[in-house]
């Protein structure tokens, strides 16, 4: 799930051009603006990787689980991460075995043989290695990788790198330390944004610090920078885990983050899984927002009526992108089929204020199935998961307005204005679900360059056609 700033230093474009990087996609903020809606019928060349279907709502990998967890782009390469061994390069037909992250040319489909990481845990196997996050700096010379894992080629590495683009190796000079109190390691989200490393998971110290979630580390050593310490506390319940935030989400500005997880306590105050936090612009700490809403009091469980999940799923926000102007954000969860004013399987448009009881300006509710993502690109809000339907009820500014089930299986469009979906957009049942689409990417950029919306997860088929795990939906 990444993001893209529109302006570039004049002097990191000279050093793009010395490395033959192309800065179509720098990362940090909001995703970027398209020009128009992208297709819903995928292009015919991306790389086939192999394996099955995964468990909905579970990071658990068995023998066949196979899917893509993130997306990034350095002008013509795509990094994709997450369970992946089995990969099949669609340009020679030869299949190569590859270690939970691939690079291919996002115009030809080309499988690159000379990136090749292997990101295991202590015994050597994939299955523990997970790789949830792949972000890109903004000049497109490094790459973080985050996850589950704790070893990368057979090195102790746990939960966090740095790759270096030009020499196509890990930068050992980036130290994290993630888990260095021999507590959990584990890394959900990577944001680079206006040259801040903002990184988020399960684990109670990084950067040589304690720190619980949530951390701000100096992207070339990996040293905590001291810009993130908000006592982040509390789980959604008793079975929900440890304390975790599971995505960071960046205003545009670089000037407000969204973070959603498992808690219930920013710096000492209630916040229910959804939060939002002032950045400083001249690297003071980051501050804790008024911003709040009953609608996550009433999706929590054991406070709301008809809170997310029951026992078996107490977690359920999922994921948030902001609008390309700066001005509202999405929001997307799983959580069941629970009724309004609780936000489970549902996504919702927040405008950004500080009101301290913010109503959403519209929810769509699935029905009692999971969205995984959203983006953000203008008129236009793109959502992927395991749904079925979208528009089983839908919310405007607090008053029920249609309830009308629509069939988008797995991907979605929805009008920004409205949030109602648009029906000539992938509807039927022609695209395979999986446990769902849960990692997508916004390239603007002119014809021919591969523009559009990439997407990934751990289904095969994308409106009839053949996707397998990752695909690219064209803009015209």
């Known amino acids: 799930m990444k993001r893209a700033?529109?302006?570039?230093?004049?002097?990191?474009?000279?050093?793009?051009?010395?490395?033959?990087?192309?800065?179509?996609?720098p990362s940090g903020g909001a995703a970027p603006?398209?020009?128009?809606?992208?297709?819903?019928?995928p292009v015919d060349y991306t790389p086939v990787i192999n394996g099955g279907e995964c468990a909905v709502d579970s990071d658990a990998v068995d023998s066949?689980?196979?899917?893509?967890?993130?997306?990034?782009?350095?002008?013509?390469?795509?990094?994709?991460g997450g369970i992946i061994d089995s990969v099949t390069d669609k340009t020679t037909g030869t299949t190569g075995t590859y270690g939970n992250a691939i690079m291919f040319n996002a115009?030809?489909?080309?499988?690159?043989?000379?990136?090749?990481?292997?990101?295991?845990?202590?015994?050597?196997?994939?299955?523990?290695?997970?790789?949830?996050?792949?972000?890109?700096?903004?000049d497109g010379t490094a790459l973080w990788f985050g996850g589950e894992f704790k070893k990368v080629d057979g090195v102790t590495n746990r939960g966090l790198i740095r790759w270096d683009v030009a020499a196509n190796k890990q930068n050992t000079v980036f130290q994290p330390n993630i888990g260095a109190d021999n507590g959990t390691a584990r890394v959900y989200d990577v944001k680079y944004f206006c040259g801040r490393l903002w990184v988020a998971g399960d684990f109670t110290s990084a950067g040589g610090v304690a720190r619980t979630a949530l951390v701000s580390l100096n992207p070339t050593t990996g040293a905590a920078t001291g810009e993130v310490n908000l006592l982040i506390g509390g789980t959604a319940s008793a079975n929900a885990g440890p304390t975790r935030i599971t995505k960071i989400?960046?205003?545009?500005?670089?000037?407000?983050?969204?973070?959603?997880?498992?808690?219930?306590?920013?710096?000492?105050h209630v916040r229910?899984?959804?939060?939002?936090?002032?950045?400083?612009?001249?690297?003071?700490?980051?501050?804790?927002?008024p911003w709040d809403s009953s609608h996550l009091a009433a999706s929590q469980i054991g406070v709301g009526a008809s809170g997310c999940g029951g026992t078996a799923l107490t977690v359920w926000p999922r994921?948030?992108?902001?609008?390309?102007?700066?001005?509202?954000?999405?929001?997307?969860?799983?959580?069941?089929?629970?009724?309004?004013?609780?936000?489970?399987?549902?996504?919702?448009?927040?405008?950004?204020?500080?009101?301290?009881?913010?109503?959403?300006?519209?929810?769509?509710?699935?029905?009692?199935?999971t969205f995984l993502s959203v983006r953000v690109t203008g008129p236009h809000v793109y959502v992927g998961g395991h749904f079925r339907v979208l528009d089983h009820v839908v919310y405007q500014n607090g008053v029920h307005v249609a309830s009308t089930d629509h069939e988008h299986f797995g991907l979605g469009l929805l009008a920004a204005s409205s949030g109602m979906s648009l029906s000539a957009w992938n509807d039927g049942a022609t695209t395979g679900r999986g446990a769902g689409w849960a990692a997508m990417l916004s390239t603007p950029g002119a014809k021919g360059t591969a523009s559009g919306l990439w997407v990934g997860g751990d289904?095969?088929?994308?409106?009839?056609?053949?996707?397998?795990?990752?695909?690219?939906?064209p803009l015209p």
């Open 249 to 268: 989400a960046p205003s545009p500005d670089c000037k407000r983050v969204v973070l959603i997880g498992n808690f219930t306590r920013i710096a000492n």
């Open 33 to 41: 603006a398209l020009p128009s809606r992208v297709g819903d019928h």
């Open 64 to 80: 066949t689980c196979r899917r893509v967890r993130d997306l990034a782009r350095i002008g013509d390469r795509v990094y994709a």
């Open 5 to 25: 700033r529109v302006a570039v230093a004049v002097a990191v474009t000279g050093l793009a051009a010395v490395l033959g990087i192309s800065l179509l996609t």
């Open 459 to 473: 289904a095969d088929v994308i409106r009839g056609v053949t996707g397998k795990r990752i695909a690219l939906l």
């Open 107 to 138: 115009r030809t489909g080309a499988v690159s043989t000379g990136f090749h990481p292997k990101f295991t845990d202590t015994a050597g196997t994939l299955a523990g290695g997970v790789v949830h996050a792949v972000e890109r700096s903004t």
């Open 319 to 369: 994921d948030v992108d902001w609008a390309p102007d700066g001005t509202w954000w999405a929001l997307a969860g799983t959580g069941g089929n629970k009724a309004y004013p609780a936000l489970c399987d549902s996504v919702s448009r927040w405008t950004n204020n500080d009101s301290t009881n913010a109503e959403p300006v519209w929810i769509n509710y699935s029905g009692g199935d």
């Open 272 to 289: 229910y899984q959804v939060a939002v936090v002032n950045v400083s612009p001249t690297g003071g700490r980051a501050l804790l927002a």
